[in-house]
């Protein structure tokens, strides 16, 4: 279900204002700032959500992410999609329905970047399958033995993180020429791979997401 704006969207100046660091708008802007310090994102690309009792807030499309400010920040109901907060002159994020294709599945943060290491292991990924024959949805970049997997949960509902011996699975899809028309694969990939936390984008990126802000964080940078 698509968005839909509301007649006093470009108001409702409260929902963005607060001094508290952890507010969702000044968290996004501070982690948009922390990828593009990293090289994850560049210029307007990538983007992040947070979801905060019924709201969900969202970096906007068209903004370079180092100089994102809170008054930016576009506000949704989640329950009715419907826009409670959108600053005139800028447009809502291409990646608004994958983001809530996560929340709808009680994530609480999700984090799209562009990481070249990303982008990278998914050709990786695909030369070795070609290879084998290996049909593209079937596609996961898997990697076990390195102390970095254990900061990754084992799967929503199940107790604990991945050990040094387990097996990291994530899943693969294909990119589109435009964003939002990734949310069908990225939807089927969670069905697919229930207990994954994060969906590789061919050629584009991650998408990363976490019951908080703290694990979407630590489990992007992982």
Request: proline share 5%.
């Amino acid at each position: 279900m698509a968005a839909v704006e509301t007649s006093s969207a470009e108001r409702n100046d409260y929902l963005v204002t607060s001094n508290d660091p952890d507010h969702p708008a000044n968290l996004i802007c501070t982690l948009c700032r922390n990828f593009y310090n990293l090289g994850w994102v560049g210029g307007t690309g990538g983007g992040t959500s947070i979801a905060r009792g019924p709201h969900i807030f969202i970096a906007p499309s068209g903004v370079q992410k180092e100089l994102m400010q809170p008054t930016n920040i576009f506000v949704l109901e989640h329950a009715s999609r419907s826009y409670l907060r959108k600053p005139s002159r800028l447009k809502p994020s291409a990646c608004t329905p994958l983001f809530l294709a996560a929340f709808d599945r009680g994530a609480g943060c999700c984090i799209h970047t562009h990481s070249q290491w990303a982008v990278l292991v998914t050709l990786l990924v695909d030369q070795e399958a070609q290879a084998s024959g290996q049909k593209a949805e079937d596609q996961c970049f898997e990697i076990e033995k390195i102390e970095q997997i254990k900061g990754i949960p084992r799967g929503r509902g199940k107790a604990g993180m991945l050990g040094f011996f387990d097996k990291l699975k994530v899943p693969i899809i294909e990119n589109t020429a435009h964003e939002e028309d990734l949310t069908q694969s990225l939807e089927e990939a969670m069905e697919r791979h229930p207990d994954t936390y994060a969906v590789l984008v061919r050629r584009h990126g991650v998408y990363v997401w976490g019951d908080d802000v703290a694990k979407a964080k630590t489990q992007a940078e992982r």
